[in-house]
């Protein structure tokens, strides 16, 4: 041990500081009075017309000033008397340190904070200043991990001290304890005065996919990505910042798990309120597409106010596949307002709808009833699309195709491509519709037949309860098997398939487009006028014996 160290420690701080002694040896605290400063440090007067000299080491930022003015008195420790330069070796920093020590140690056993000032990053932490030189571990610095250093370097923070050895010179101290102490309060504090709709001041503390936590003072709420901005946001980062101060209201707090759901969106106007009246249905307005989906593009009409475009209401004349061959992100359009739904928050807009409909010119230009020709354009299960003038399709539905084939298939009549003549049977504007008919460009056969009637056809069925003729009209006649022929012994005569038959129409049902036939009938009717035709020839009464035997043709001679 020194003659330094037993001469301070045979002293108590206060003699030392009390006065400057008479002698003056190494190892003595005394106060001096600040001269100025040289290129080697720091000159003072220590008494006795002695001058001393403070080593400009002990001073970080020396060139750009020292912590006290000219004339202000300080505690030095005499180190070496008389030094080369005739200078007194002196040490300020040394007895700063020895006047800290006993206020450390109380503030270390007593749990009491102190006042540091940082200094500089080392590995693991940095240098802090209470008086003596202290290391604070980065992971103490703050609650969270700071990456910015720089913003730390000088600053006054409270600390506690953690770890002392003053032997070793060895002081450890915390900042972290300290806030989580604060914390612990602050959150028991903000927990039993919050309540819902409250609106609150907090700090972004980190951001998710999901959202934004925000200390609201010792406790974290969520304000979810959804009440984050009025405007459809994919992006919780582009609405807040780690660190940015916000007021945000208090949505929902549970008592059981502490859990906070915060808003920001509903501190803001809602960009909803009066857009019934902004935008009403029927008008067109101009907006920005913003978002492209498989089913339509949303257009924002202002900030927070956005409507769905349809992929449908895109183009009258294209099937359009996907929003992206008509439409590009960023584009301004005018579209057409068409709905308006303010609880649901939900409009529909139209492009299409901005010009002239050519629905509404189809109506004009073809009336009900009128005829045009028109390429197939392509066939469905249901029936074949043709493309009008206009530019838009109108459907012949297969029912309307044929007034006496059975068509199963389109395909089984037309083809893609073949121009046909058609008859427009009804124009439905609101529904996009127009109903065209091929069979009503021809007369409809059925309604020129009549009840006794005499019409030949050709067997294509036969069953037990009849047969079916196809007629030269092309529709379908039936005869029940009562009503076939009879031979001269009373036999059923029955035609066979391919078989030209005769027969008189006896029903007409229009309805269900059925027509019943009967050859007995028309045989009958036959003889009838047979008989006739004999009777006027000649006076006496004939017999059909007579007819028959007359009417039968001369055998030739061999």
């Not at 600040?34 to 007067?45: C, E, I, S, T, W």
């Not at 940095?126 to 008086?131: N, P, R, S």
């Amino acid at each position: 041990m020194t003659d330094d160290k037993l001469l301070i420690d045979d002293v108590s701080m206060s003699d030392l500081l009390a006065g400057t002694p008479e002698r003056v040896s190494s190892g003595t605290v005394v106060q001096a009075r600040v001269l100025g400063k040289n290129a080697d440090g720091v000159l003072v007067d220590i008494g006795l017309k002695m001058e001393g000299l403070i080593p400009k080491a002990e001073f970080p930022d020396f060139e750009s000033g020292i912590p006290f003015k000219e004339g202000e008195k300080i505690a030095v420790l005499i180190r070496q008397v008389e030094g080369h330069d005739n200078y007194h070796r002196i040490s300020w920093r040394a007895a700063r340190e020895m006047s800290a020590w006993d206020r450390l140690y109380a503030a270390f056993q007593g749990h009491t904070p102190v006042e540091a000032t940082i200094i500089k990053k080392v590995k693991g932490g940095y240098v802090v200043d209470i008086g003596v030189d202290a290391f604070l571990p980065g992971s103490q610095l703050d609650l969270r991990p700071s990456h910015d250093v720089d913003a730390w370097i000088q600053k006054k923070v409270s600390v506690l001290i953690t770890e002392m050895d003053r032997a070793k010179s060895n002081v450890v101290v915390s900042r972290r304890k300290i806030l989580e102490k604060e914390r612990v309060r602050q959150r028991e504090s903000t927990l039993a005065s919050l309540v819902e709709g409250n609106v609150v001041a907090g700090t972004v503390t980190s951001i998710t996919n999901f959202g934004a936590f925000v200390d609201i003072g010792g406790v974290e709420g969520l304000v979810h990505i959804s009440d984050m901005s009025w405007q459809r946001t994919d992006k919780p980062a582009a609405c807040v910042k780690v660190g940015q101060t916000l007021q945000v209201k208090v949505l929902k707090y549970d008592l059981a798990t502490h859990r906070i759901s915060l808003g920001l969106k509903q501190l803001m106007p809602h960009p909803w309120e009066g857009i019934p009246s902004r935008y009403p249905v029927g008008s067109i307005v101009k907006g920005r597409v913003t978002t492209m989906t498989n089913f339509g593009a949303f257009v924002e009409l202002e900030r927070g106010v956005e409507g769905l475009l349809h992929i449908s209401e895109l183009s009258w004349k294209e099937r359009v596949a996907k929003p992206q061959d008509v439409l590009k992100a960023g584009e301004e359009v005018s579209v057409k307002v068409i709905l308006v739904d303010p609880a649901k928050e939900k409009l529909s807009l139209s492009l299409k709808r901005v010009g002239v409909s050519p629905w509404e010119l189809a109506r004009t230009n073809h009336p009900i009833g009128s005829r045009l020709q028109a390429p197939v354009t392509h066939l469905t299960p249901f029936g074949a699309f043709v493309m009008l003038p206009e530019g838009i399709e109108g459907l012949v539905h297969i029912s309307d195709m044929s007034w006496t084939k059975k068509i199963l298939h389109p395909s089984d009549l037309v083809t893609v491509g073949q121009e046909i003549e058609v008859v427009v049977m009804e124009v439905k504007v609101e529904a996009e519709k127009i109903v065209l008919s091929l069979k009503e460009s021809q007369p409809d056969p059925f309604s020129a037949l009549k009840v006794g009637q005499a019409v030949t056809g050709r067997v294509i069925r036969s069953g037990e309860s009849g047969l079916t003729l196809e007629l030269s009209s092309g529709l379908e006649g039936h005869i029940r098997q009562s009503e076939l022929s009879e031979d001269a012994l009373g036999r059923v005569q029955i035609p066979v398939a391919g078989e030209e038959v005769s027969a008189k129409v006896v029903r007409i049902d229009a309805r269900e487009r059925r027509v019943d036939l009967s050859v007995r009938r028309q045989d009958r009717d036959e003889e009838r006028q047979m008989l006739k035709r004999y009777a006027g020839q000649n006076q006496q009464p004939l017999t059909l014996g007579d007819v028959l035997v007359e009417a039968e043709p001369e055998t030739p001679s061999e």
